[in-house]
T-cell receptor, first 112, second 111 residues
Framework: DVKVTQSSRYLVKRTGEKVFLECVQD?????MFWYRQDPGLGLRLIYF???????EKGDIPEGYSVSREKKERFSLILESASTNQTSMYLC???????????FGPGTRLTVT | GQQLNQSPQSMFIQEGEDVSMNCTSS?????WLWYKQDPGEGPVLLIA?????ELTSNGRLTAQFGTTRKDSFLNISASIPSDVGIYFC???????????FGTGTRLKVLA
């Protein structure tokens, strides 16, 4: 079974803090993604990566950055957290041949 | 961003009933995916479809890739209380790295 894990299920941070969200997948997938999910807005793509050290902006990259130093790990960084970044953050990975996308359990981030 | 239209938005059904929902798009896709998401959890992949007209089952779940490649359908037979959750579709076109997600169907099962 594909397993995507995220470093925290719940996080509470203060405005202005730097926040790191970690994601690890164990299936040697090439592609990894970060989404945020908000009521009424659905899933929105922040960044994705199709290879180590490669990254592409998604639909809402502002205020975020990412890092992929190893194939199995994709990190999302909030450089200076703001209250409008309070959300559910979902990491996903995709096998290159089948396009099946597998999600992690999510991190519920609250910025106060 | 773009979202796919899912219908119905929500539904209450009695335990044991069959459920049908669908997802429509203005664009064609190479792949359709169906997910279930429980509150506070990440989406879980239920079924993947790769070919127009394809019908695929996973236990009590059956999904179809529409022949126009612009829609997909999910059926749940003999629903049980643990089927409660939000079901959503996703469409993918190869080479784009972009998955377009549906608005979701919230299912509530009455025992």
């Amino acid at each position: 079974d594909v397993k995507v894990t995220q470093s925290s299920r719940y996080l509470v941070k203060r405005t202005g803090e730097k926040v790191f969200l970690e994601c690890v997948q164990d299936m040697d997938h090439e592609n990894m993604f970060w989404y945020r999910q908000d009521p009424g807005l659905g899933l929105r793509l922040i960044y994705f990566s199709y290879d180590v050290k490669m990254k592409e902006k998604g639909d809402i990259p502002e205020g975020y950055s990412v890092s992929r130093e190893k194939k199995e790990r994709f990190s999302l960084i909030l450089e200076s957290a703001s209250t409008n970044q309070t959300s559910m953050y979902l990491c996903a990975s995709t096998e290159g041949q089948t396009y099946e996308q597998y999600f992690g359990p999510g991190t519920r981030l609250t910025v106060t | 961003g773009q979202q796919l239209n899912q219908s119905p938005q929500s539904m209450f059904i009695q335990e044991g009933e069959d459920v049908s929902m669908n997802c429509t798009s203005s664009s064609i896709f190479n792949t359709w995916l169906w997910y279930k998401q429980d509150p506070g959890e990440g989406p879980v992949l239920l079924i993947a479809l790769y070919k127009a007209g394809e019908l695929t089952s996973n236990g009590r779940l059956t999904a179809q890739f529409g022949t126009t490649r612009k829609d997909s359908f999910l059926n749940i037979s003999a629903s049980i209380p643990s089927d409660v959750g939000i079901y959503f579709c996703a469409g993918y076109t190869s080479g784009t790295y972009k998955y377009i997600f549906g608005t979701g169907t919230r299912l509530k099962v009455l025992a």
